[in-house]
């Protein structure tokens, strides 16, 4: 049985999508300024201090991974100091003139009571890798460097694992509590920040010297049989810098998690000629309610209304028990004309509600809010009672021409809504937003609960043809209404799309509760015919549409599928909630005609969507069926974005099928109902296992039956680490065990792994790609003698002049030359002296110029000031002093001589050299107070700046003293 997992997810307070901060100072620049590149794992093999196993670089924030915390390092730029004249040798390049100075905040994140030495993890190894070429010598140089889209701490706690990621640009971290596990062992100290706090919202604030940091408030959920469930709670502070966190209890640690594909029932449901199901619905006993047409006369009926058909084909309503193997009633309804069930919705009671169209002058009528038939085709909106043997209501609701009811639904107070297509310009109105443009419009009615009278009704279109399919209602009762346009002119407000691209195009557009304004109204769709047929809402506002298109370029955004070719494709499509922008938008199909019928959306915003296919391509996923023959119904589960199939199946026999409509119930089952005329259609519990006519209704209910202990979205007996999370399924050396939790990822099968896989137990390989089991290494470099470029050349030809080290007379210069003037084994390149033998190479000074050839041999600057007297004997080796004066003798020339002794600083001339605090207040009294003038001014000049002690210099010795403590200037 599968246990539950309880997830609870942090957003890291430097992310820039979640960080609030109070400047401490209007002209310090806040967290909030930070950049956050794409964020990585790189893994420490030795070019960091041996304490970090992993570093995060988070733009001018880096993360340092240890065993016992996490290291934030956050840097920002204070100004640039004053100008400086520091005085260099004149071949190096001159110094910025306004460096600058930067300030440090270090926050650890302390895991209390925690596992001393939890197994840290890099998850998805990704394929590029770093260099760090760490100054001259060598042997501290490290290459190749992994890096991971993630990291895990296996148990920082027992039964508790710790994943941090990066997502939408910033931070986030989640504690994974297994079953059994109890989340209130992790407590978390904060070093480096004055206090923490939580406030009115739920966030928790940290004051830190830098200002106060909101992080925002903790998400807690469960998976539980493929649906996210959200857990409330909250943090808790246990002291002045340490909290945890306290889910209420309302999750239950062992209900299995549901996910995969199985046939529940499915079953045949018509008569001897033609039937079709166009609707369904589930109620909360799981109770199936179809809809739809028949033109057969012996269509199965129970406890009917009216238990006869009355003419050439009329509507069905037909409600299944939850087994579906037994009806609990079924009924025929309509007159002596053609009469279609389109669509249904049932209300907390069981109460049923219809529309569709019918063309019969005798359709039943009840309490009829227009009980005269308008004449070529009329809609209708009926309510059943919840037994469905007695009309509540029954109306037309047409003109004088064609009219037809295509979608219904209710608000929470009963009122009924209904959209479709009319070319009636008598269709009744009320109120309405918009009147007749002539040809077809879209309508939209609002009808109160006991169908009396209009709320609204009003006319939606242009001068073309327009058509409602469907209909939608937000949390502020807000209607969204999804159809199809030709006309250049459709109302067009806020739009996504503005124009008409294509001869038919979807619209969409969203109204008040009222019908009185348009809240944004667009276009959707491509150069060729788009044909939208449903649509769902979620409860963020967020819209998704699915029908088909023949447009190539019908507009996608982040697609699943992102080409077509010319036939019909499914499309799925998400608009956010203000309907300007796409979330995504993509096709979906193979190479014949695939047509999207109907959407709906879990709890969780997983998508489902139906239809028919004519392609033996379709993309499938854990399918039940492949591609049978003909055209075959399909059934596909995609995640919250589209990026990724849970499942995608065919359904159907060597006859034709199609699936019409789709809904789910509170635990994810899916319910589809359609037509088939296959003979072989897969039946599964059946009220009825054989066609009884040319085309027959079919109902069938899909279960989600895979287990998935890691939460990955993939079933555990297809997931190469069953019990490790891997979405992607990296399998590096093709042995069907993922790298996460692979012993060995050994590419080249040798027995020795690849580097940078933490799961390995076996040795690393010196030439991962090579098989080399006996893992010579002659030159010791860490690269085997199978694919060492240079096997006797620990560097490699690390300056690529094309020479390995050991025959290369400048290693570590380009010189495929080899030139070698005084031929004292030294190539010109990197010969010290190279006009001069000097196979010893000595430079006493280290000032790169061979004691052979050096003017000044013990004199790094070489005579800097230009006097003809070398630094090591000159007096005043930075003036020009050629006649070396020293009127006092006290080996300091008079041309430098001055009352700094040492460095500067000692600004109050006491006998300790070394400046202390008593300094910076001498220097505040002499620029602000008194005034007194200094015993000494070049101990002042602080920046050795030249000029007046002022401001900069009071600065430069509170950084010395209190921030970098970087050492002070010689004195002049």
Known sequence: MKTLTLFVTFILFFSLNS?????????????????????????????????????????????????????????????????????????????????????????????????PEPVIKGN?????????????????????????????????????????????????YDFVVFPGADPAVIKIRYDGVERISVNE?????LTTAWGTVTEQKPVFYQDINGERQTVTGRYLILGETTFGFEPDRNYDPTLPLIIDPVLVFSTYMGGSVEDWGLDIAVDDNSNVYVVGMTYSSDFPTENPLIDTITGSSDAFMTKLKATGDEFIYSTYLGGDGFDFGLALTIDGDGNIYLTGVTYAADFPTESPLQGTYGGNGDAFVVKLNNTGESLIFST???????????????????????????????????DPLFNNQLLRDAFISKITPDGSSFVFSTYLGGERGDFGKALCLDADTNIIILGSTNSDNFPSFRAYQDERAGFY????????????????????????????????????????????????????????????????????????????SLVFSTFFGGSKNDYSQGITVDNDGKIYISGSTGSSDFPLKRELQTYQANNDAFVTKFNDDASLLFY????????????????????????????????????????????????????????????????????????????????????TD??????????????????????????????????????????????????????????????????????????????????????NTDGDNYGDSCDNCPDIFNNSQEDADDDGIGDSCDICINDEYNDIDEDGVCGDIDNCPFFYNPDQLDADSNDIGDACESCCVGTTGNTNCSALEEPDISDITRLIDYLYLSHVPLCCPEEADVNISGGEPDISDITRLIDYLYITHGPLDNCP
């Open 648 to 731: 995608s199946t065919c359904l159907g026999g060597t006859g034709s099928d199609a699936a019409n409509c789709i809904d789910i119930d509170n635990t994810g089952n899916v319910y589809l109902t359609g037509s088939t005329s296959s003979i072989d259609f897969p039946t599964v519990t059946p009220y009825c296992d054989t066609l009884t006519g040319l085309k027959d209704v079919f109902v069938t209910k899909i279960f989600d039956d895979c287990i998935d202990n890691d939460l990955d979205d993939i079933c555990d007996n297809e997931d190469n680490c069953p019990e490790a999370y891997n979405p992607n399924q990296y399998d």
């Open 396 to 430: 037309y609701l047409g003109g004088g021409s064609y009219d037809s009811g295509e979608d219904i639904i209710l608000d929470a107070n009963g009122n009924i809504y209904v959209t479709g297509g009319t070319d009636s310009e008598s269709f009744p109105t009320q």
């Open 124 to 172: 998805a190894l990704l394929s590029h890798r770093s260099n760090f070429i760490l100054g001259n010598d060598p042997a501290r140089w490290r290459t190749n460097v992994p890096s991971y889209e993630s990291l895990t701490y296996e148990d920082i706690y027992p039964g508790i694992n710790l994943v941090y990621y990066s997502k939408n640009g910033h931070m986030e």
């Open 201 to 205: 919202t739920g966030e928790l604030q």
């Open 734 to 819: 093709g042995d069907d065990d993922g790298d996460v939790c692979d012993l060995c990822t050994d590419t080249d099968d040798d027995g020795y792994g690849n580097p940078g896989f933490a799961a390995n137990t076996c040795d690393t390989d010196n030439c991962p790609d090579i098989y080399n089991p006996d893992q010579e290494n002659a030159d010791g470099d860490g690269f085997g003698d199978s694919c060492d470029v240079c096997i006797n050349d620990p560097l490699n030809d690390i300056d690529g002049d094309g020479l390995c080290g050991d025959v290369d007379i400048c290693p570590l210069a380009y010189d495929p030359l080899q030139e």
């Open 505 to 580: 195009d979807a619209f969409i557009t969203r109204i008040n509760a009222n019908a009185t304004n348009l809240i944004y109204s667009t276009y959707l769709g491509g150069g060729d015919d788009d044909w939208p047929v449903d649509m769902e809402i979620d409860a963020n506002g967020f819209v998704y549409l699915t029908g088909y298109t023949y447009s190539l370029d019908f507009p996608k955004y982040l697609p699943f599928q992102n080409a077509k070719d010319d036939s019909a494709d499914a499309f799925v499509t998400k608009l956010d909630s203000s309907g300007v």
């Open 19 to 115: 960080i609030i901060l109070a400047d401490s100072s209007p002209d310090i620049p806040s967290l909030k300024k930070f950049t956050t590149p794409p964020m990585t794992f790189t893994a420490n093999q030795g070019q960091w201090n041996q304490q970090t196993l992993f570093r995060c670089d988070a733009g001018s924030a880096l993360l340092w991974f240890t065993h016992d915390g996490v290291y934030y390092h956050f840097n920002r730029r204070l100004g640039n100091s004053e100008e400086y004249t520091a005085r260099l040798p004149h071949r190096m390049s001159e110094p910025a003139d306004n460096p600058p100075v930067f300030e440090r905040l270090l926050i650890k994140s302390n895991f209390i009571a925690a596992n």
